[in-house]
């Protein structure tokens, strides 16, 4: 199969495709590296010439930094803790045969066909809001007062929307995991006289230790990114600054293209370590 | 101890019923077989025994006791699954300790009784290697191993060997009969390998459609089928069954012999027909027999040293001592 001229026809065809790539991924990535080394005021004079340094050391010790950085990790973390679990439990749900099995499926899978934008104003607006929100009522049903969610719980209920978006998307990659289980092994267990928590614990987790790895890999990566979820519900108020959020607004609010890109360039730094980190999991992981 | 009684046990998916009530009785110590074309239900049936499969109707005994409404695990069987079903994140030593450790045995005698088994299985040398690094035959001693270490009333076996290769089915074949000598547990066996039927058990059960058609020692159904299809599904190659003339000379409808029990000849004999296609095994020679008028295809069987050429005329001639007469229904006459 591999000759060398199937090899270079081959390199021919993917050129394309991979300068394209190339293209896309670089000019930003430069363009972003250029900014960061540059006072660049658009607003208020424009280029102001070569800053070294200067931008990273004032992004890094910017009082709004650490928060930031506590905000991005925890929810991330949050949303992968919720979805990995809920995903498990659902997919072991779906996988039992039951009535109307496959439009179940079909709306568990809905979530995530639903815009961010969209499913966090639906969230925001229609459940919890304070007055009219549909939690609202619940918690006055029960006689106690209603939650001022955007701002008592801020950075939990943007989790709770943001695993809302992603569990469709761990619960499918899980469900498959799960139907690729060998049934003989699991009857084997069962022979073997593992009872049910058992058999999940020994049997049905391993065997998803690799899709659960890859559901937290891909999920960290576009985590890391979310905005829209932020930007409609609290606006980055009551400590829900992310890294990107906190970057945008050096970029757009403060109009510090320098500063921002700054920033941009220790928020790829950070999802490159995170991109490593668990490729070495997965990788492992994938070995046997 | 393992006596296993099925008394009236059927078996319906939906409305198929895969199972018609059905008798049968394994004596404790015995290794019983399973034989039948695909589809027979001879997996259902092992898995009905083991209780992966609730019965429809009827009951199943272990020991004298009712088992129909236990959990598999309770009923104190062990099973070897024709894919092995070994846990692929656990090392050989997890595996054959698994059963154990959910027994909640103690830690030193999990260790010993791992051990003992690893070594009757010569499996010593793998303990800490994982299933995906062994041989299909090491998979299978680690599958017998796993079920050995409970130390069962009875082993089920479904088609153990069908993953391996010519040459280890034999050894393994030895293996597991060898064990079955040293335990002396009963065991059931299911294949659709005539060697394996007729070379392992005590008693064979030949199955079709659910049906058991006869259940003996491997001789008994060699020598005295009683039906067609049994006569036809024992014995390798299959017998020869003959309708017509020759069958109503003989008071039958239809009469079998067996490809070993005629003798060849170039010159003359009973029956005259030309050589279609001859197997030479070496120590045999299997000819393909055509244009005898009495069936489409003979089979004989003859020395390795006879040797016939394709079209060459061909007489034989049957021993009548060793003809099967059967009537309309396919039954024997006795
Ligand atoms: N879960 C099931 N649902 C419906 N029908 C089934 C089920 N399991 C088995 N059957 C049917 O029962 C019959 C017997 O199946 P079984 O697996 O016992 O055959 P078998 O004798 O083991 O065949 P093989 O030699 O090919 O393994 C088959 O006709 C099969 O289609
Ligand atoms: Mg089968």
């Given amino acids: 199969m591999a000759t060398q001229h199937s090899r270079s026809a081959a390199r021919m065809m993917m050129a394309p495709a991979v300068v394209l790539l190339l293209g896309w991924m670089l000019v930003p990535l430069c363009m972003t590296l250029y900014f960061s080394f540059k ?182 990566i576009f985590l890391l990114s979310i905005f829209a979820e932020i930007f409609v519900t609290t606006g980055g108020a009551f400590g829900t600054k992310t890294l990107s959020y906190l970057i945008f607004q050096r970029v757009l609010e403060s109009q510090n293209v320098g500063l921002g890109s700054a920033g941009g360039v220790y928020a790829i730094i950070l999802a490159n370590i995170v991109a490593i980190f668990l490729m070495r999991i997965v990788g492992k992981n994938l070995d046997n | 101890m393992g006596r296993i009684v099925l008394d009236n046990v059927t078996k319906s998916f939906g409305n198929a019923q895969v199972i018609p009530p059905l008798q049968l009785t394994i004596e404790d110590g015995e290794f019983a077989v399973f034989v039948g074309p695909s589809g027979c239900g001879k ?118 060997l069908s993953n391996l290769d010519a040459a280890l089915r034999v050894g393994m074949r030895l293996e597991i009969s060898e064990l079955h000598e040293r335990l002396k547990s009963t065991m059931i066996y299911v294949t659709h390998d005539q060697v394996e039927a007729m070379t392992m058990a005590d008693k064979i059960v030949v199955l079709q459609a659910g049906v058991i058609e006869q259940v003996g020692s491997p001789l008994e159904l060699y020598r005295a089928p009683r039906n067609t299809f049994v006569a036809g599904f024992i014995g390798s190659p299959k017998m020869n069954l003959i309708d017509g003339p020759e069958a109503t000379k003989r008071d039958a409808h239809t009469i079998g012999i067996r490809p070993e029990h005629i003798a060849v000849s170039s010159d003359s004999g009973s029956w005259k027909g030309k050589v279609n296609v001859s197997e030479h095994l070496g120590s045999d020679t299997f000819f393909h027999v055509q244009g005898t008028g009495l069936a489409d295809s003979l089979t004989v069987r003859a020395d390795g040293e006879v040797s016939f050429r394709h079209g060459d005329d061909i007489y034989l001639t049957p021993r009548e001592e060793h003809i099967h007469r059967f009537d309309a229904k396919g039954l024997r006459i006795a």
């Fill in chain 1, 39 to 220: 006072k660049y005021l658009p607003l208020r004079g424009g280029d102001l010439g070569w800053v070294g340094f200067d931008n990273y050391v004032r992004f890094v010790s910017s009082s709004s930094f650490w928060p930031s950085v506590y905000a991005t990790l925890i929810i991330v973390g949050g949303v992968l803790a919720i979805t990995v679990v809920l995903g498990v439990l659902l997919a072991i749900l779906l996988d039992q045969p039951m009535w109307g099995q496959g439009i179940v499926r079909m709306l568990v899978i809905a979530p995530f066909f639903v815009m961010p934008t969209v499913s966090s104003l639906v969230w925001k607006n229609m459940f919890m809001d304070p007055n009219y929100g549909l939690l609202a009522y619940l918690w006055r049903f029960f006689g106690a007062e209603p939650v001022q969610w955007m701002s008592q719980a801020s950075l939990p209920s943007i989790v709770m929307i943001v695993s809302w978006q992603w569990l469709p998307f761990a619960t499918l990659i899980l469900l498959t995991a799960i139907q690729s289980l060998d049934s003989e092994q699991l009857e084997a267990s069962e022979m073997d006289g593992a009872p049910v928590i058992s058999r999940f614990w020994h049997i049905i987790l391993p065997h998803l230790s690799r899709a659960i790895t890859v559901v937290i890999l891909i999920q960290t």
């Fill in chain 2, 43 to 160: 997996s259902t049936l092992l898995r009905l025994i083991a209780g992966l499969e609730d019965v429809t109707s009827g009951k199943i005994e272990i020991d004298g006791k009712d088992v129909s409404g236990l959990a598999p695990a309770k009923r104190g069987l062990a099973m070897v699954f024709q894919s092995y079903a070994l846990y692929p994140h656990m090392t050989v030593r997890k595996n054959i300790a698994f059963p154990l450790k959910m027994a909640g045995l103690a830690r030193a005698e999990i260790k010993k009784r791992v051990d003992n088994a690893a070594a009757v299985l010569n499996l010593t040398d793998y303990l800490d290697r994982r299933p995906g690094q062994l041989s299909g035959g090491q998979r299978q001693r680690v599958a017998i191993g796993r079920a050995i270490v409970r130390e069962p009333a009875a082993f089920l076996f479904d088609e153990p």
